[in-house]
């Protein structure tokens, strides 16, 4: 009896070096009967030669499950391609960067604060603020500097809503969204110019 198989490629999956892609990695499965043999059905052999990342097109599943129901009635849905990303074993000394980068971003961060203080003259501000408040000139108002620094921080806290590893509410932060903007553009890309079945060049013989 002839039955209707429904898959979805998934949008990014890791694997290991070497690993044999098998349609239960790059797609959701519907069936009615055999479901367990057709996620094991092998799409792909990631190749020494490649990189990081390989596209398996929705055509190469199709091809890979006709191979093994060639009777069945198979529906893609979904997206077309699927990104696979190779994942090499990283290498020890490469923790080394996360002190390297937190440091430079710590004090880019520090000195650009100081700067656009000094470009806005907010301790001439602050002084202003506390002689009208409260009547007195004073080179150093600790009352409103002490405030505003831990304002600072309490605010980057506030807006990247994280502390340490804890979120503060379920809401994205900006950051985490111009992130997944980056990294759909991102994939957009890879997804084009990676992609060599839906690139054809056809010469002009006239």
């Known amino acids: 009896m002839k039955e209707t198989i429904f898959f979805k490629?998934?949008?990014r999956v890791q694997v290991r070096p070497h690993a044999t892609v098998r349609v239960g990695d790059v797609a959701q499965v519907v069936a009615n009967k055999r479901i367990d043999d057709i996620l094991q059905v092998p799409v792909y052999t990631v190749q020494k030669?490649?990189?990081?990342?390989?596209?398996i097109d929705v055509m190469h599943v199709m091809k890979a499950?006709?191979?093994?129901?060639?009777?069945?009635?198979?529906?893609p849905l979904g997206p077309s391609q699927t990104i696979v990303e190779v994942v090499y074993?990283?290498?020890?000394?490469?923790?080394?960067?996360?002190?390297?980068v937190w440091l430079l971003l710590f004090v880019g961060s520090g000195l650009t604060i100081m700067n656009f203080h000094e470009?806005?003259?907010?301790?001439?501000?602050?002084?202003?603020?506390?002689r009208v408040i409260t009547g007195e000139q004073v080179e150093k108002p600790l009352w409103f500097q002490i405030p505003y620094s831990?304002?600072?921080?309490l605010g980057m806290i506030?807006?990247?809503?994280?502390?340490?590893?804890?979120?503060?509410?379920e809401e994205p932060s900006p950051l985490e969204v111009e992130m997944f903007q980056y990294q759909q553009s991102l994939d957009q890309y890879?997804?084009?110019?990676?992609?060599?079945?839906?690139?054809?060049?056809?010469?002009d013989d006239s």
């Open 9 to 11: 490629m998934r949008h």
């Open 49 to 55: 030669k490649e990189r990081n990342i390989v596209i």
């Open 65 to 75: 499950l006709m191979a093994v129901v060639p009777h069945d009635d198979i529906q």
């Open 89 to 100: 074993e990283k290498k020890r000394w490469g923790y080394l960067y996360v002190p390297i």
């Open 119 to 130: 470009d806005v003259s907010m301790q001439q501000v602050q002084q202003r603020l506390y």
């Open 150 to 153: 831990l304002g600072i921080g």
């Open 158 to 169: 506030l807006f990247f809503n994280h502390f340490f590893k804890k979120r503060i509410n």
């Open 190 to 203: 890879v997804i084009m110019h990676e992609n060599k079945e839906a690139m054809r060049r056809v010469d």
